[in-house]
């Protein structure tokens, strides 16, 4: 299959010309799993996407398919029902995006109280969702936690509840499923965002059937690499642009925002520095849930929940964001304290939550929602990693009725991600010349960005941020897209100046 910067012209073309039953507009992974499902039961699909897949919240998240415990508490048991479905599933159909690990929960107190009530959630959290026998919690003494994570405070420690979870590479997740969508028809583009929306010009169309339906929605589209303008008309538009869905909502004249943006943060390290073997859950000062997550040499510490004026693909990190994480992990590990210069890496998204007037961002519920305008327009709003297979399905069942047919039922729990090529495994620091030219021709790669940022994910992970391979990368690239040598310095240019920002937080 070619998925590059030939097809994105040629998929333009066609949607231009043809029109879609659905053009969906956001290459985060909602977008990716609706234009997946919807492809895979028959219909036209067009996605565009205003940036590089998953260059939004969508790379930016914990990177973990969360169980769902924490909206027990909450009071949320459908949402955590859904989670645990959705993650069985994912192991199903992406085993390799979708590892197994404990996670450990110490709770230093008094008394044993705090781990007597943790270990009677989780009881009540197995048996309504199910949880199978080999990933049923247990409980660590204080003596086994010390001995099991080490370096952790053990002044007070009562004890430790461990439980399954599991890590996965969001970014990757999201071309998988954008390839997939690919593969069973659907035309993807990247950096052609949606500049204007308006109806068709007969609001309603009578088909043969008798029955009166709306005529559908002409989308605006600028293709950012060409500079061309386009129009494209579509019988029904989905708006799953993440934080920027209040933003394509005006584009057809909504005026009031739904949307609610939180920040949230992430701090890397070498694993030496934190050397556990488990996820380890730690309480920030304001008793926020906050962790620690071990991959290969690395760990991520997250996250911060603040609210965030606007919708950007990358918030900025503050150096009293870094202070926040790094005090409850120096109070929970004592003895070595990291030193923000210690920070190998450094990442920030924007969560696309629904408003929820006199909230706290913690306390703003994960759940989805599929808002309808006058003018047709499908948005759909909040939602989790964890559970983005689910929230597709929702809408496409909509779309399908949307357009008046039966359709086929919905496949993408069943069918693998990954067909017909070796899965990619997650969280990539390093590429081959072979594997950037992959990226290139079957991935749609057109940045060095793109390359080591998503494709890769050296920018978060690697010991020198990718900038050791820029210079290759960006001479693959200039050879393929035709790059001036004046070009491609600003190509490595721009990538060292986003490293240095992911970082500047240094200097405050």
Same mark, same amino acid.
């Given at each position: ?214 005529a559908g929605l002409v989308v605006g589209l600028r293709d950012d690499l060409s500079g061309r303008s386009l129009d494209v008309n579509a019988a029904v538009v989905v708006n799953a642009a993440g934080p920027w869905v209040d933003s394509v909502r005006r584009l057809g004249g909504a005026a009031n925002d739904r949307m609610q943006l939180t920040k949230g943060i992430h701090l890397v390290v070498e694993r030496e520095r934190l050397p556990v073997d488990d996820i380890v859950v730690m309480r920030a000062q304001d008793k926020r849930i906050l962790f620690v997550v071990p991959f290969e040499d690395i760990c991520w510490i997250g996250t911060t929940d603040t609210f965030y004026p606007e919708a950007v693909e990358r918030p900025e990190i503050t150096r009293e964001d870094v202070d926040y994480l790094l005090e409850a992990t120096n109070r929970n590990w ?61 809408? !496409?069942?909509? @779309?399908? $009725? %949307?357009?008046?047919? &039966? ?10 991600? +990954? *067909? ?27 940045? !060095?960005?793109? @390359?080591? $940022? %998503?494709?890769?994910? &050296? ?10 391979? +820029? *210079? ?33 937080? %240094?200097?405050?």
């Open positions: 299959m070619s998925f590059s910067v030939d097809t994105r012209i040629s998929d333009l073309d066609a949607m231009e010309a043809e029109g879609v039953d659905l053009l969906v507009v956001g290459g985060g992974i909602t977008g990716a799993g609706i234009a997946r499902d919807a492809a895979m039961r028959g219909l036209s699909v067009g996605l565009v996407e205003r940036g590089d897949f998953a260059s939004g919240t969508s790379s930016r998240s914990s990177k973990l398919i969360h169980g769902g415990l924490r909206y027990l508490e909450q009071g949320e048991i459908n949402l955590v029902l859904e989670a645990n479905r959705e993650r069985k599933c994912l192991t199903e159909i992406a085993p390799h995006l979708a590892m197994h690990a404990r996670l450990a929960f110490p709770v230093h107190g008094r008394t044993s109280a705090g781990l007597m009530k943790l270990r009677a959630g989780l009881w009540a959290f197995e048996k309504m969702a199910k949880i199978p026998a080999e990933e049923l919690h247990e409980v660590w003494d204080r003596d086994e936690s010390v001995a099991r994570i080490p370096g952790l405070l053990k002044d007070r420690l009562q004890g430790s509840a461990v439980y399954t979870e599991y890590i996965t590479d969001d970014a990757r997740l999201t071309l998988e499923t954008l390839k997939s969508a690919k593969r069973y028809g659907a035309r993807v583009v990247n950096r052609a965002p949606a500049t204007a929306l308006r109806e068709q010009e007969s609001a309603l169309t009578v088909s043969g059937d008798g029955q009166s339906r709306r004592p003895d070595q304290p990291i030193d923000p210069s210690e920070v190998r890496g450094a990442w920030a998204g924007v969560r696309p939550l629904l408003r929820q007037e006199g909230k706290n961002p913690s306390e703003i519920s994960r759940k989805d929602e599929v808002l309808i305008e006058p003018n047709g327009l499908l948005s759909i709003a909040g939602g989790k990693l964890t559970t983005y297979r689910q929230m597709a399905e929702r809408v !496409v069942d909509a @779309v399908v $009725e %949307r357009l008046g047919g &039966a359709g086929t039922p919905c496949r993408t729990g069943e069918v693998p991600l +990954v *067909e017909g090529e070796e899965p990619i495994s997650m969280v990539r620091t390093r590429l081959s010349d072979e594997e950037i030219r992959f990226a290139i021709e079957e991935e749609s790669a057109s940045s !060095v960005t793109d @390359v080591l $940022e %998503r494709r890769a994910r &050296a920018n978060f992970f690697a010991a020198d941020n990718g900038l050791g391979a +820029v *210079e290759s990368v960006a001479s693959t690239l200039a050879g393929r897209m035709g790059w001036t040598d004046e070009e491609t310095d600003q190509e490595i240019r721009l990538y060292q100046a986003r490293i240095r920002e992911d970082l500047a937080w %240094r200097q405050e």
